[in-house]
């Protein structure tokens, strides 16, 4: 095959990967952005607690590394398309950088994994403890997400419904959030009998919905891993080619 053939293969190769390396570097940014200008969003409630604010952490390292795979994707497209070798070796050596940046993440997120689920239930249980307390009027929005989850998922506290006899701001002890029953009453608590009570505890639904999305981060984070070998790998054989068809330009 001539030389020039395989750079037009290769050219074509190189810009699909890159196509997809950048719509998961999107997906990274987007998400990112999300947890940075939505902070009533659950995730953010339940990571963000006194001095512990992991959301803007998080936020930050996932704007950084999809901005970084957004300014690389372009350099790469560029330098495949108009066959620009200073480009190709830029492009390449950001590669290797995000490269070690995304192993070095995926290592993270195992290794602080059971912390911040311990932050997490930590926080449900201060939520937990505030919920109607007058003074703290600004928490409402907070205490909002926590109803809905218990009504959406029909359960009451984090592990059972006696969780809630440590919060001491009901009227009389026997009140339970309104959220922890059928009842369609917008108050944050109701006097009913345990029997029309949500038995269960949401720590199990809320455990599965905290691995899913940390299944999903590790899979995108998998998906870029694979796809930047390839693209190295790609990269590598498109400049080798391209500088051979100048130094040997009859052959194409």
Request: glycine letters at 6%; hydrophobic letters at 45%; a positive charge.
């Amino acid at each position: 095959m001539k030389i020039r053939d395989k750079i037009l293969i290769q050219k074509f190769y190189v810009i699909v990967f890159n196509g997809i390396f950048l719509a998961l570097g999107l997906m990274l940014l987007m998400f990112g952005l999300w947890l940075l200008l939505d902070r009533s969003n659950f995730f953010s409630v339940l990571l963000s607690s006194g001095e512990n604010q992991l959301v803007p952490y998080i936020s930050c390292i996932l704007l950084g590394i999809g901005s970084a795979i957004t300014f690389t994707s372009a350099l790469g497209f560029l330098g495949s398309v108009l066959e620009i070798k200073r480009l190709l070796v830029t492009y390449m050596s950001f590669q290797i950088l995000v490269f070690v940046t995304q192993m070095a993440i995926l290592v993270l997120i195992f290794v602080k994994k059971e912390e911040v689920h311990n932050q997490w239930n930590n926080r449900i249980d201060e939520v937990i403890s505030e919920y109607g307390n007058e003074s703290l009027s600004e928490q409402e929005p907070v205490w909002n997400i926590l109803n809905a989850v218990q009504h959406k998922m029909e359960c009451c506290g984090r592990y059972n419904i006696t969780q809630w006899e440590r919060n001491k701001n009901k009227d009389n002890s026997t009140q339970i959030p309104c959220s922890c029953t059928k009842s369609g009453l917008k108050k944050w608590f109701c006097n009913v009998s345990r029997d029309s009570t949500y038995s269960m505890g949401c720590e199990e639904h809320l455990s599965k919905w905290f691995e899913n999305n940390i299944l999903i981060l590790t899979a995108i984070s998998i998906s870029l891993l694979i796809t930047q070998v390839l693209l190295i790998t790609l990269t590598g054989q498109l400049l080798r080619n391209i500088r051979k068809n100048n130094i040997w330009p009859n052959e194409s």
